[in-house]
């Protein structure tokens, strides 16, 4: 069974820091390419961020760009999503979402999400 | 980047009764649609991929049609557990988006 278990969400101040974490069992970890995306409260979903199976292709949205990175460790099963700079319209649930075609190139289609776990942003 | 607008923004059924989603892109994003089911608190689920395609363990009263920049989802006879908020997702061109949402409730 395909499980990804998110963590490391918090209660943050501006300005702060934060690392999420994505444990993933049940499938080849190494194969797959994986993406972060967010929801805020009461609110649509937003793609954040893309990473590739070997980890040397990475993509941003706009919206993060130069404060967030993104990284995994395929012998760990684990991806991470590094924050930096923490805005208060970061505050959001983060999921690490599975793509769904393994090699696939070009953005991609989500096919098993975590619970999600929540980031917010206050002073 | 590629916007996707969904409407109707809610959408009142009684179960039994045949739902009918649309999602229309601000340019063409061939048949590179999906379309999510979300439950209050509770992950997306993919529910077709490709337009027309059905995700893992969707049942049969689910399907999409559309491609270019006009896609519909249909649920054709609506169960208790399908009343939720159903999002498109392009994956034509970077970024990925999705639609703001459709919530289909109980009338």
């Known amino acids: 069974e395909v499980q990804l278990v998110e963590s490391g969400g918090a209660l943050v101040q501006p300005g702060g820091s934060l690392r999420l974490s994505c444990a993933a069992s049940g499938f080849t970890f190494s194969n797959y390419e994986m993406n972060w995306v967010r929801q805020a409260p009461g609110k649509g979903l937003e793609w954040v961020s893309y990473?590739?199976?070997?980890?040397?292709?990475?993509n941003y949205a706009d919206s993060v760009k130069g404060r967030f990175t993104i990284s995994r460790d395929n012998a760990k099963n684990s991806l991470y999503l590094h924050m930096n700079s923490l805005r208060v319209d970061d505050t959001a649930v983060y999921y690490c979402?599975?793509?769904?075609?393994?090699?696939?190139?070009?953005?991609?289609?989500?096919?098993?999400w975590g619970q999600g776990t929540l980031v917010t942003v206050s002073s | 980047e590629i916007v996707l607008t969904q409407s109707p923004a809610t959408l009142s059924l009684s179960p039994g009764e045949r739902a009918t989603l649309s999602c229309r892109a601000s340019q063409s994003v061939s048949d590179y649609l999906a379309w999510y089911q979300q439950k209050p608190g509770q992950a997306p689920r993919l529910v077709i991929y490709d337009a027309s395609y059905r995700g893992n363990d969707i049942p049969d009263r689910f399907s999409g049609s559309g491609s270019g920049t006009e896609f519909t989802l249909t649920i054709s006879s609506l169960e208790p557990e399908d009343f939720a908020t159903y999002y498109c997702q392009q994956r034509r061109s970077w970024p990925p988006t999705f639609g703001q949402g459709t919530r289909v409730e109980i009338k």
């Open positions: 990473i590739n199976s070997g980890g040397n292709t990475k």
């Open positions: 979402a599975r793509a769904d075609i393994v090699g696939a190139t070009g953005p991609d289609f989500f096919d098993y």
